[in-house]
């Protein structure tokens, strides 16, 4: 009777092994390289700019991710939906801060159009008001062939001008430095050629190359995330501008002002390669007033729940980081030059929703919280904000795996830092690399200078457990940062397979029970 029970039972616990690792297979076969290449494409395309924080191709790239959790099942944190709010310090438009001309004539419905406007930070605060005229790019480059800064049309004038050079995307253009930006796409350098031609002000519009949407403004001006909430006469005196005012305005606020399609001005100067100016009507006086000051903005990360079955009050947090430096206004002297972050970190957000995609039909043990973080790329501001008030006490939570750029480097290479001190962890994270029959080759050692670079760590700092999945040799990625961390070059193969891994132990944790 005793060998009986004990067969039954031992025959039970193969049946309810055989049933996870089925349900492990099931969960792993629906990861697959052209979904994670093709999500990597989704939010590094152009139209989200490089998904800066605070920026509208941030909001594209969350309304993307929330589309996908809907669709998926899972759960919001609140009624609200799947955005949890923090709050970052900025140096934000101060209420007096204005650009307008007079309204006669501007249609009802856009009226709106008025108000799509801003300063750009490192401006020098002063007010003026006088004619204005659109030059085309605020360049004057005797030796490259272009000049739209004649001092007898521009003296006392407020100056449109588009961002960037002339052709900026043409590898095959000759002139300035073909796709590459030069020094003339420096905004302080226009400034600088707008005040020696005599200019009163100058007033950026983003060229439609840079920027589709003709609503919007220069991206990652303002407002500009201020931590320390430095005074703007600090970020003036590092900016190199003389001491004009220097705004920002949509192409669709500009159109207004001179009647005329600007869109259409665009295509006629590149297609001229010559300067053409544009002036509004004859008496058209435009006001400028730059002010700026320090304010809390409220902006989110993502958060979305696979409930467990009840039996748990414990936690999983897996994480990635869903911002990048985008257009920076502050780095390569202003140059407006787009990072699109297709590794760093469109690979680690698109690989996490692949995993969510893959567990969501399975019932967990442990409640899965799947975190998308902002702020990253400004020293963990997003992560850090959450850790202060996480949806669960950092007690409750088992562990949080975090995945950040897992789209390059060599094909099978894989680190995940924080197990140097966890050799438990390490045994637990070998066994699920075993049963999966991964081919990832693991570096564990590696990764120690950037392991507080990452969103694991302020997990890490509250006593949680914080693993960061990561490819590996940093150093050899020449893209990192760069323009060149596009999408069409991503490995999504080698994301599939980190994807695997993370979902693999996940699944040995929320679903199995396992405690390393």
């Known amino acids: 009777m005793f060998l009986c029970s004990n067969l039954i039972i031992s025959a039970a616990f193969a049946l309810l092994l055989q049933s996870d690792q089925t349900g492990l297979d099931s969960a792993l076969k629906t990861i697959t390289a052209d979904d994670c290449y093709d999500k990597v494409n989704i939010l590094a395309a152009p139209e989200m700019m490089g998904r800066g924080t605070l920026s509208h191709g941030f909001e594209l790239a969350a309304e993307y991710v929330e589309g996908q959790l809907t669709e998926y099942g899972l759960v919001p944190p609140s009624e609200d939906g799947f955005r949890v709010p923090i709050t970052l310090n900025c140096l934000i438009a101060a209420e007096d801060c204005i650009l307008a001309f007079p309204p006669q004539g501007v249609a009802e419905d856009k009226l709106e159009v008025l108000d799509q406007f801003a300063p750009v930070v490192g401006s020098y605060e002063t007010s003026v008001s006088g004619p204005a005229i659109f030059v085309g790019y605020a360049i004057d480059a005797r030796n490259d062939g272009w000049r739209d800064l004649s001092p007898a049309k521009v003296k006392g004038k407020i100056v449109f001008a588009f961002t960037r050079e002339p052709h900026p995307d043409d590898r095959k253009n000759k002139k300035f430095d073909g796709a590459d930006a030069s020094r003339h796409s420096q905004l302080s350098v226009k400034a600088r050629a707008v005040a020696d ?55 669709d606020f500009a159109s207004l002002l001179f009647d005329t399609d600007i869109d259409q001005y665009f295509i006629k100067i590149e297609k001229r390669r010559r300067p053409m100016m544009l002036v509004p009507e004859k008496g058209m006086l435009v006001t400028m007033n730059v002010a700026f000051e320090n304010a809390d903005v409220e902006t989110y990360n993502l958060a979305a729940f696979i409930k467990g079955d009840g039996s748990s009050d414990e936690i999983m947090v897996l994480g990635a980081h869903l911002d990048h430096v985008g257009l920076d206004p502050n780095a390569d002297r202003m140059t407006m030059t787009l990072r699109p972050g297709a590794d760093d970190n469109a690979s680690g957000a698109a690989a996490l929703l692949e995993v969510a995609q893959a567990l969501a039909p399975h019932k967990p043990k442990h409640d899965i919280l799947f975190l998308w973080f902002t702020g990253e790329e400004l020293d963990l501001l997003g992560s850090r904000q959450y850790c202060e008030s996480p949806l669960v006490p950092h007690e409750q939570t088992i562990a949080m795996f975090n995945m950040d ?84 070059s991503i490995n999504g193969k080698k994301m599939s397979m980190i994807a695997h891994l993370f979902t693999a132990c996940t699944w040995a944790i929320a679903y199995e029970g396992q405690r390393p």
């Open 197 to 251: 031609a005599g200019g009163i002000g100058l007033v950026i519009i983003p060229d439609p190359l840079l920027v589709p949407d003709s609503q919007l403004v220069l991206p990652n001006t303002t407002p500009l995330v201020n931590p320390n909430a430095a005074e703007a006469i600090r970020f003036f005196q590092r900016s190199g501008f003389p001491r004009i005012p220097v705004m920002t305005a949509s192409r």
């Open 405 to 488: 750029m897992v789209g390059r480097g060599k094909d099978n290479r894989l680190n995940i830092g924080g197990l140097w001190s966890r050799p438990r962890w390490e045994k637990f994270i070998k066994a699920q690399h075993k049963r999966i029959k991964s081919r990832l080759k693991m570096d564990n050692e590696q990764g120690r200078d950037l392991y507080a670079r990452s969103d694991q760590y302020s997990f890490h700092v509250k006593d949680v457990v914080g693993l960061f999945f990561f490819e590996g040799d940093l150093a050899s990625n020449k893209f990192y940062h760069q323009p060149g961390d596009v999408g069409e």
